[in-house]
DNA sequence: TTTTAGTATAGACTATAGTCTAGATATAAA
DNA sequence: TTTATATCTAGACTATAGTCTATACTAAAA
């Protein structure tokens, strides 16, 4: 996560996750994030919004992870291996390194709050790929004709989103990555003629 | 929702939720609920946990429907019409009659708190009507074999929960019960043979 | 230079969710 | 009936997210 030591903005959002990470979210006070970052409460509301807005920082990393997927991954395989495996390195990402209290937080942000939604945002790395794959799909003819290509990303994301979002009220008690390997194809195969 | 307007929990409930749909649930303040119920702040910490708490009756109002639901659907039907039924009633419920914000929040409590998940819930009356049907239909022999009881009757609320989910994230924008028509009958033909 | 406008920093202040403790009221045991 | 216990009510108190206003800094226009 960014931390330009130097700046301000920097600063505070690094010791905030470091805290974060440490004594968790709700633990964790806007007076110990100034303190630790040595700034200020007003230059940290000049900075953010809220102390949830922290958290988008999660999201800008989710698609971190999809600006590498889209070098890496195999323009030849079909679509739905493709979506397969993006959703696969998803949760592996999540399981592995994501706090699931922080990603709790990020999802109850989206629900609350009025303002900025990045997950949401069309010009995500994230759905720009999903798109693409949505269109290749599309035209190799595999998915069903009354479904568009932005009904078929649209509801790859909705369920995707859903899975995460089960697993975390759930509280992390079972695999993701199981889960998403146990129904997502499932989930693909009804989008398929 | 409940309103034993003699008993003091009676007064808070119906005072909040009348506030709720009045002002908003962030603009009323636990002074505004407790100043309107004529109780006090003790009183209210007494009987609930906290303000999100409060929430709850939202998911018994859910289960109420699905009492009426029950004795209401005809069991004739093939498992998979029933799945779609209970779906279209839901979401019409949602969408007539009940606030957004408040759906938001309920299901904001769900990710952040550790205390009462009423929602997930397996004796929920929610859970016993699907996970009827499910057997039905798997005594029917219209599921994939690989699917246990357990495992559609999941499959069934998450992507149900990652439905409303998005619907609420992108602020009701969209009509919930069209939504459900489109995409629901493509889930339930991915689990089944 | 000096002025000015925009941006950043500081910390006192406000609003409100949630805690704490003392006392009232009901209920059961003696 | 008295005593003891548990439950309920009351409101003062605490902690903290977010606001507000004053000052300091920066960089461009005069």
């Given at each position: 996560m960014k931390s330009n030591k130097s700046n301000t903005k920097g600063k505070i959002v690094s010791a905030a996750w470091k805290?974060?990470?440490?004594?968790?979210?709700?633990?964790?006070?806007?007076?110990?994030i100034v303190e630790a970052s040595e700034t200020s409460r007003g230059s940290f509301y000049h900075y953010f919004e809220s102390k949830d807005s922290l958290l988008s920082s999660l999201s800008y990393l989710f698609d971190d992870k999809y600006d590498e997927l889209q070098n890496e991954i195999d323009p030849n395989w079909p679509a739905i291996e493709k979506l397969k495996y993006i959703n696969?390195?998803?949760?592996?990402?999540?399981?592995?390194?994501?706090?699931?209290?922080?990603?709790?937080?990020l999802f109850a942000m989206h629900l609350t709050t009025s303002g900025e939604k990045h997950l949401l945002n069309p010009n995500r790395t994230y759905y720009k790929l999903i798109r693409q794959i949505a269109i290749e799909g599309k035209e190799a003819g595999i998915f069903k004709d009354?479904?568009?290509?932005?009904?078929?990303?649209?509801?790859?994301?909705?369920?995707?989103?859903?899975?995460?979002?089960?697993?975390?009220?759930?509280?992390?008690?079972?695999?993701?990555?199981?889960?998403?390997?146990?129904?997502?194809?499932?989930?693909?195969?009804?989008?398929?003629?």
């Open positions: 805290l974060f990470y440490q004594y968790g979210y709700d633990n964790t006070t806007i007076e110990d696969q390195e998803l949760f592996l990402l999540i399981e592995n390194t994501v706090s699931i209290e922080l990603l709790c937080r009354s479904l568009s290509v932005n009904d078929i990303t649209r509801a790859y994301a909705i369920f995707e989103r859903g899975l995460m979002y089960d697993w975390c009220i759930c509280g992390g008690t079972y695999s993701l990555c199981q889960q998403g390997q146990t129904l997502m194809p499932l989930f693909l195969e009804g989008l398929c003629k």
